[in-house]
């Protein structure tokens, strides 16, 4: 909603749809591995209009994790550091590199992703009993693979997607998220385990299924020399499938 609202102000009208990337299929996934936690790491400086913005908040955003990290090593749990940007990889070995010097079971526990891709990244979110994750698309990953996650955010829209997959109480603001607030909430995402794998699979299907007759009438509209189908005028929406292999 917040984004047509900004369509609008521009004086057009928008239809709200969830994002693409819930049309992508989903590559096969190992099972989860007990304990094991995946965190998106982002390089985020603070809203453009945030006067406080800058590469401090860097600094307090690295230090933090680096705390979260780290207890979970000691709680024995394993951790992979995932990006969704080059920008990020860099900023997430920092964050290893400082957990490291806090407890030793980092080195043992404790790994950064290389995955470049989306389906990369949710091969290594399936891994995962819970995400913590920024980036948007990271929690599109996750919630794609029917991990729970919690999200260190940044902007409405991933308030909005955590609401709609029942997960509202598992948001913070990235630029002041609280550690002990955020392991407890990783620790209530564990709890739910396979409840949250059926109320995800039925919200997926919903967005799958949405996405699906919006691209398949998007099609239809603007394939050159495409006839309607029977009984169908061109531009009608209706239930239908994308094929395989359509462009």
């Known amino acids: 909603e917040a984004s047509r609202d900004v369509v609008r102000s521009y004086g057009r009208d ?34 453009p209009d945030d006067p406080a913005r800058g590469a401090h908040m860097v600094e307090r955003y690295v230090d933090r994790l680096a705390g979260v ?17 080059v920008a990020d990889l860099a900023l997430a070995q920092r964050v290893l590199d400082l957990a490291a010097r806090r407890c030793d079971r980092v080195a043992l526990l404790a790994r950064v992703s290389r995955a470049e891709t989306l389906e990369g ?10 995400a913590v994750v920024s980036r948007f698309h990271n929690l599109v990953a996750a919630l794609k693979v029917a991990r729970p996650a ?47 794998a059926l109320t995800a699979k039925v919200v997926l299907q919903r967005c799958e299924d949405e996405l699906r007759r919006y691209l398949e009438s998007l099609v239809d509209d603007l394939v050159v020399g495409r ?15 994308l094929l395989p292999g359509r462009r």
């Open 14 to 47: 928008a239809q709200v749809l969830p994002d693409l990337a819930f049309a992508l299929p989903v590559p096969p996934c190992p099972p989860a591995r007990p304990g094991h936690v995946a965190i998106g790491v982002m390089a985020y400086e603070g809203a």
């Open 150 to 196: 919690v999200s260190l955010s940044y902007a409405p829209k991933s308030r909005a997607l955590l609401e709609e997959f029942g997960l509202l109480d598992h948001v913070q603001p990235i630029d002041s998220f609280d550690g002990d607030l955020l392991l407890r909430q990783v620790e209530a995402c564990r709890a739910e385990g396979s409840g949250f």
């Open 69 to 85: 990290v780290a207890r979970l090593a000691e709680g024995d749990r394993s951790v992979v550091l995932v990006t969704g940007d």
């Open 121 to 130: 990244l949710m091969a290594e979110l399936a891994e995962a009993e819970v």
């Open 227 to 241: 006839e309607p189908r029977p009984g169908r005028r061109r531009g009608q929406r209706h239930p239908g499938v």
